[in-house]
């Protein structure tokens, strides 16, 4: 799927990246995005504005 999006010239996401060794096998691939419990885990609404407002203060990975 990563050649084929690539090949079309397209963005490509990875979804339900949970492991180190997925983002990196994934990263390798040539994946432009990913999201996943890797990266943070579902937040309130406070949470995600807090963040927002805050930049520098959290880290995902």
Excluded: C, N, W
Aim: aromatic share 8%.
């Amino acid at each position: 799927m990563v050649s084929l999006g690539r090949g079309l010239g397209m963005k490509v996401t990875a979804e339900g990246v949970e492991t180190a060794e997925q983002h990196l096998f994934l990263h390798a691939a040539g994946v432009h995005y990913m999201q996943g419990f890797r990266f943070g885990r579902p937040a309130e609404p406070a949470e995600i504005a807090t963040r927002i407002a805050t930049p520098g203060v959290y880290r995902s990975i």
